[in-house]
């Protein structure tokens, strides 16, 4: 029984095999294979085409960073209810009630941010 389910993953570890060599193999040819020349043109910073000004190392706003932290925060939360949409008849009335108090947790921290001002850019 425990050699039949090793050899259900077989193709798949043989596919890691055969990705992990392609890119090793890829990244060692292009080292070797490609051009060696660096001149200045080739070592400055570029940006959209812009000529660099100043220091890269500026201070930026936390609003910024707070704000794509709560996106990646609420938009994970989503991912979790897709499993949940697709089983929704298997699970019944315990999985509705589990999503509910999921969603009730997630707004009551939604409306935790908006009260705290996390969202506001005015100051």
């Known amino acids: 029984m425990a050699d039949s389910n090793l050899t ?36 400055d910073v570029f940006e959209c ?35 949940w949409a697709v089983n929704f008849k298997e699970l019944g009335i315990t999985g509705f009630i589990e999503m509910v108090l999921f969603i009730g947790f997630l707004l009551i921290g939604f409306f935790y941010l908006l009260k705290k001002g996390a969202l506001k850019w005015e100051e």
């Not at 798949?12 to 200045?40: C, D, E, N, S, Y």
């Not at 000529?51 to 938009?75: S, T």
């Open 8 to 43: 259900m993953y077989l193709p798949i570890g043989l596919m890691f095999i055969v990705a992990l060599g392609f890119v090793g193999v890829t990244m060692l040819a292009t080292h070797a294979l490609g051009p060696k020349r660096k001149t200045q043109t080739k070592l």
């Open 49 to 83: 085409g812009i000529e660099a000004q100043g220091n890269a190392r500026l201070p930026f706003n936390i609003k910024y960073f707070l704000v794509a932290i709560l996106f990646v925060l609420f938009d994970v939360e989503v991912i979790f209810m897709y499993p």
